[in-house]
Structure formats: C-alpha cells, structure tokens
C-alpha cells in the first residue's frame, strides 16, 4: 500500500495502484445517504453503492434518478467506475456560482462536480 499526501489531501492506493481511500473520502459505500431539502421538502438519496441519486418530493414521488458518472460520460480516470465519497447540498464553491443550493459530490477517484436539484444533471468541476 502507498500513501501519498499533499497539501490538502491524503491519497491510499493498494499494491495496484488503485485508489482506495483518502481524506477527500466522507463516506465509504454500504449504507445510503440522505439530505432533505428544507425549503422544497424534496428528499435526495444516495444509494447503498454510492452510485446512484434518487430525487422524490415530499409525498415520495420520484422525481429524477441520476448516475452522474455514466449519465455526464466522465473519462476513466484512475479507477474504472468511481463511486460518490463525498454528497451535500451547497450554496457556493470554486466552480459553482449560481444563486440556486445544488448538490455537490467528489468520487473516490478526486473528479467532482454539482448536481441540479431540479434534474439530476451533473456538471463536472474537473479532478484532481
């Protein structure tokens, strides 16, 4: 295993090279995660897999379903299929700068980007 740190993050990759964890890392897949909209009510779930992004309202309707990596065709890039470490609503950041809270993610691969709250659409911020 090897450990590289830099000024703001910690990388761990296996014997392989693959990234496996890290500071930039939140949340490790098994279990799902939540953030409830206060203004609109609206409910955005993380799969158990850290995949998937469902959106519902607040009777439980489905609104969207997102795959951000496959659904915006993000490059491979240092793991063949990243999966979401970090998920939470924000309001501004570097490469957001609407009005509007959206989602912001990072994969376990260091890629980020937001997520619209209205349609599931994922705009990539770029890696690291």
Not at 44 to 70: E, R, V
Not at 72 to 83: D, H, M, N
Not at 111 to 123: C, I, M, P, R, T
Request: with cysteine; hydrophobic share 30%; glycine share 8%.
């Amino acid at each position: 295993m090897t450990t590289l740190v830099t000024q703001a993050q910690t990388y761990v990759y296996d014997g392989q090279g693959n990234l496996i964890a890290g500071s930039h890392i939140k949340s490790k897949p098994g279990s799902s995660l939540t953030l409830k909209d206060s203004l609109t009510g609206n409910t955005f779930l993380l799969d158990s897999n850290h995949i998937n992004i469902y959106a519902f309202n607040s009777k439980g309707d489905t609104l969207w379903k997102a795959d951000p990596y496959k659904d915006s065709k993000i490059e491979e890039y240092r793991v063949s299929r990243p999966v979401i470490g970090n998920f939470e609503f924000i309001t501004s950041h570097w490469c957001y700068t609407g009005k509007k809270k959206t989602i912001w993610i990072n994969y376990n691969n260091t890629q980020a980007g937001y997520v619209d709250l209205d349609s599931g659409k994922f705009h990539f911020c770029g890696q690291d």
